[in-house]
């Protein structure tokens, strides 16, 4: 297959005729079903504390949302989620939370190793941007992944929505930290927003080649999703801005031309993209290119509470209901449920 260029890259994401966007649509299908083949691979979301110290211009967690109840799962409500995720029979389960700095190194290794001695779990991190002493700490004990999304290739929009952490000058090279973590040994993921006020078509053209370039494990892209309790709530985009939408269109463009993009990473339908269509936007996603979900584990009376956008889809369900929401749409598009861990499927792997 040949490598897309910028310019094609920036192409498709304009295009808007349906009959001409079917034919990414197919191609999307056809390489997915190639390279990982009908297997849809579950990863539970386990949502384990809303606290967050950062000021993030995007997200609803941001340390300066002072109308949000925070709250962080203990590690038995941890243990007893993950129990579940082997009971369901998902490969892996993913702890996600904000910049909490209670989530100290030595506590998430211990979590990590309970896990690790009680279910034949995968077990993926997503908790921001910790040191690297933190990552080593946490492979040792047994993680497997961290997901760390870029969230735009465009280094100056990034600095301009992600302040610094306190104390800090510069804001953190998330692509470093991701090369970083390659180098102990992860499964890296990344991914971005789609529709940032501020980014443009080339900006998300940028955003597929770096995909690319890193080799991605995983790659999660969903819309951007206006939180009121964020600045960007107040921002309308500079009109010498080439702006992306925002849009359910987009976001399959996206979906589409990362699996083209990167044919054998592991891509999901996201929550994000389900809360612009409940319907058939998660079906959508796995017909355009995606091969994995993340149904929700967390325990119903934190859910609502674990508000990055507003109106989330999955907040009032339980860890059943998602569980057998999600088995019925995969099904109902003729896909199966992937059994194992949906382990990197990378071709170079064998050389790391
Ligand atoms: N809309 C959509 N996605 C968001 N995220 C954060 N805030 C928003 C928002 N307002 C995404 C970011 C982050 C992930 C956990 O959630 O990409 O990495
Ligand atoms: Fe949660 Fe459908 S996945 S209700």
């Keep these: 297959m040949n490598i897309m260029e910028h310019a094609e890259l920036e192409r498709w994401l304009r295009e808007e005729r349906p ?3 079917e034919e990414l649509w197919r191609r999307a299908d056809a390489i997915r079903r190639e390279m990982v083949g009908d297997e849809v691979h579950l990863r539970g979301l386990i949502e384990i504390s809303n606290h967050c110290a950062r000021q993030c211009h995007y997200c609803g967690l941001r340390a ?19 129990r579940a995720a082997a009971r369901f ?41 910790r040191s690297l002493d933190e990552l080593a700490l946490w492979k ?9 999304r870029f969230e735009t290739s465009n280094a100056e929009l990034f600095s301009r929505i992600h302040p610094p952490k306190a104390g800090s000058a510069t804001v953190v090279d998330r692509v470093a930290q991701l090369q970083a973590m390659r180098s102990l040994g992860y499964e890296i993921g990344s991914g971005v927003m789609i529709g940032i006020p501020g ?8 955003d597929l080649e770096l995909f690319r370039e890193l080799d991605l494990d995983m790659i999660g892209v969903g819309p951007f999703l206006t939180h009121p309790a964020t600045p960007l709530a107040a921002i309308s985009p500079n009109a010498g801005v080439d702006q992306a939408p925002a849009t359910e269109l987009m976001t399959y463009k996206m979906v589409a031309l990362t699996r083209l993009c990167c044919p054998r990473a592991n891509l999901p339908s996201t929550t994000a993209l389900a809360t612009l269509n409940l319907a058939r936007g998660r079906e959508f996603g796995l017909l355009r290119g995606a091969n994995v979900v993340m149904p929700n584990l967390t325990p119903p009376k934190y859910r609502a509470l674990y508000e990055i956008y507003p109106a989330k889809a999955c907040v009032r369900e339980t860890a059943e209901q998602c569980h057998g929401c999600l088995r019925r749409r995969i099904e109902s598009i003729g896909r199966r449920v992937g059994q194992g861990r949906g382990s990197a499927l990378r071709k170079t792997s064998e050389f790391r």
């Design 19 to 21: 009959e001409v966007l």
């Design 64 to 82: 300066g949302n002072r109308d949000l109840t925070r709250y962080r799962m203990s590690a038995d409500e941890i243990l007893e989620c993950a």
């Design 89 to 129: 029979g998902y490969g892996t389960v993913v702890m996600q939370a904000g910049e909490d700095a209670a989530l100290t190194g030595a506590w998430v290794a211990d979590v990590v190793r309970r896990i690790k001695a009680e279910v034949d779990l995968a077990v993926t991190l997503s908790l921001g941007e």
């Design 140 to 148: 040792e004990a047994g993680a497997d992944r961290y997901l760390l």
């Design 199 to 206: 980014q443009s078509y080339a900006d998300l053209a940028r």
